[in-house]
């Protein structure tokens, strides 16, 4: 069985190499601008979730024909804060001012995750869910703001800041699961998997010498 992960997230694919996984990436190529704007007033759980699910079955055509057996993981994550659901910045003017708003304050990070269980090169079964985790915001100078936009990377990761890069240094706590804040929950990646009739043991990779 091969495990696929529907995500160009080096952070996410970190996540599941520390844990003892070694995943096939195929990117989805999902306009995820299409699939929200199709949604009629989705809840912020929806929302994340139809993305995740967007991105996991768009990869199954993709990988049928070479891996006939196996479970393809799309997650999508967005910052609920002030009312607003937002994702990656895509330019540092509005890094910026997603950062002058939240600084500071509390949001929570929504993630969600779809399996998607292929045996045969068919869809045999799919499960869903997602992760809250509340995260409680630093408050950075001036010129730490603008060296932390001038690295990019707050750029192309949702909610602009990240838990495991130079974002963690602006992260005063969280309270729920972190692995989730980088992008993957293991725990409900975990609970998901068995819900498709797969044990996470069976993933693991024998470690290296």
Known sequence: MRFVLASQSPARLAVLRSAGLDPSVVVSGVDEDAVAAALIDPAPAELVVALAQ?????VVGAIASEHTDAVIVGCDSMLSIGGEMVGKPGTAEVARRRWQAMAGKSGELLTGHA???VEGGEVTKEASG????????GTPSADELEAYLASGEPLA????FTLDGL?????????????SVIGISLP????LLADVGVSVADLWQPPTS
């Not at 967007?54 to 768009?58: D, I, N, P, S």
């Not at 997602?130 to 915001?137: A, P, Q, S, Y």
């Not at 990761?157 to 602009?160: D, I, K, L, N, R």
């Open 54 to 58: 967007a991105k996991a079955e768009a």
């Open 115 to 117: 399996v998607v269980r």
């Open 130 to 137: 997602t992760e809250v985790t509340k995260v409680h915001f």
């Open 157 to 160: 990761v949702a909610g602009g």
């Open 167 to 179: 974002g963690g240094w602006f992260v005063e706590g969280i309270e729920g699961d972190p692995s």
């Open 188 to 191: 409900l990646t975990r609970q």
